[in-house]
């Protein structure tokens, strides 16, 4: 049974020509993303606040924000409604009233790439999509193997060599077609980039179809449901592609626009690691634009993205909100990811860590206050991530007492 979409059409990001929402789209004529555009007072007088609290706990509570018309087509695992929780000690410790965390380690497949997945896939599957392909650092290609393998649909995947181990089982597993490329996520991108033309496939490249960032939005709908549709002062984001910070950009103008927050937003951090920081550079150099990051590294793979597609809409984001960007190096995220660990119990993946570590920098700057309300975007779990800790662990003879 169709529902009623309140979606009226896609909207170029840059030249703001339109596009019909019924047809597969990919980038605009201009060469830009397109974003999915909503008749938001309709949205505003078919339900309320209370409709979405009564509705189950994922993020299809949104629908009606959401661009699948079909409740058929709705590929799901159960994502969404990740908890926000506080981080007492490390506030306590920080000087920090009011610290918490979103924790996309929850989640299916473990990162909050399950919800573009889900989104992207959904939609997909109802355009009639057999056969789509994309470029990952890992963890969306793990989510979308798996939610094609649920929907159907064939799934090409190319990913760094270096990337983490586990999604690439995720992809083996699932049954999509997958190759590594001794090079970076932008080498993928290049590969699939032919492939596509050559076959037809959808692209399903960061930014380079409209759906996926409609999933990571909801991150910012249920930060704002979940502090009672008070936004925050700050959140941090580890930004990679910028799709989830952009996303949640999106999402809180689209609340806004309904009239369920006020004119308040948080100001958005885009947090970068030192080896790989392009936004930050431009952020700086005050550039509406970067340029491609040379011999980017960092053990936070998820944002080892030496040029985003999408990074004047991450650099508008963090501007409109008055928010800013800031690197941090690989030892003060490996330092955050353990301290979450020891003070907090929450074992967080290196890209989510790095958010704590640049709360740290901006509050000894000044830039956070005390009694702030500030949100860490954890993205995903640590354990998709064995190879980034190492340890050293006693081995015992069986007859042997405890050293202790
Ligand atoms: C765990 C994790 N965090 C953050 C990111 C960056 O995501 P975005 O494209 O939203 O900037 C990624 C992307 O691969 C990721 O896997
Ligand atoms: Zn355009």
Not at 272 to 281: E, L, M, N, S
Request: glycine share 10%; net charge neutral.
């Amino acid at each position: 049974m169709l529902s009623k979409s309140h979606v009226s059409h896609l909207e170029c990001s840059k030249c703001r020509k339109s596009y019909d929402q019924d047809q597969l789209n990919q980038l605009c004529s201009c060469g830009a993303p397109l974003l999915v555009r909503y008749d938001l007072k309709n949205v505003a007088g078919a339900v309320t606040k209370k409709d979405v609290a009564s509705r189950p706990s994922s993020l299809w509570r949104y629908k009606e924000l959401l661009p699948v018309k079909g409740e058929g087509h709705i590929v799901t695992l159960g994502e969404g409604m990740t908890p926000l929780v506080p981080l007492p000690r490390i506030g306590r410790r920080l000087g920090l009233k009011n610290l918490l965390m979103k924790d996309e380690g929850t989640i299916p497949t473990g990162t909050f790439k399950a919800r573009g997945a889900a989104v992207g896939v959904s939609r997909a599957k109802e355009l009639g999509v057999r056969e789509l392909a994309m470029p990952t650092n890992g963890n969306a290609g793990g989510a979308w193997a798996l939610y094609c393998a649920r929907a159907g649909i064939k799934c090409f995947i190319v990913m760094p060599e270096d990337a983490p181990a586990i999604p690439r089982n995720e992809c083996a597993l699932s049954g999509a077609e997958l190759y590594l490329v001794r090079g970076l996520i932008s080498d993928a991108g290049k590969i699939i980039g032919k492939a596509v033309k050559r076959h037809g496939w959808y692209d399903a490249s960061t930014l380079k179809e409209p759906y996926r960032i409609e999933g990571k939005k909801t991150m910012g709908f249920e930060i704002a449901e979940q502090l009672d549709w008070e936004v925050p002062d700050v959140i941090l984001y580890p930004t990679g592609g910028g799709v989830g910070i952009i996303g949640i950009y999106k999402g809180l103008r689209e609340l806004q626009e309904m009239g369920w927050i006020g004119e308040k937003m948080p100001r958005l951090v885009a947090v970068q690691a030192t080896g790989c920081a392009p936004i930050v550079k431009a952020w700086e150099e005050k550039k509406a634009e970067s340029e491609f990051w040379q011999n980017s590294t960092t053990i936070a793979f998820g944002i080892n993205v030496p040029k985003a597609l999408g990074d004047f809409l991450v650099l508008e984001a963090i501007t409109k909100t008055h928010g800013c960007a800031v690197t941090v190096g690989d030892d003060e995220i490996l330092r955050a990811q353990s301290s979450l660990a020891s003070e907090e119990g929450a074992y967080v993946c290196p890209e989510g860590a790095a958010t704590l570590s640049a709360a740290i920098r901006l509050l000894k700057d000044g830039w956070i206050k005390a009694d702030e309300r500030v949100v860490l975007l954890n993205t995903g779990t640590g354990l998709k991530y064995p190879e980034t800790v190492n340890i050293k662990v006693r081995s015992l003879h069986p007859d042997e007492d405890l050293p202790v």
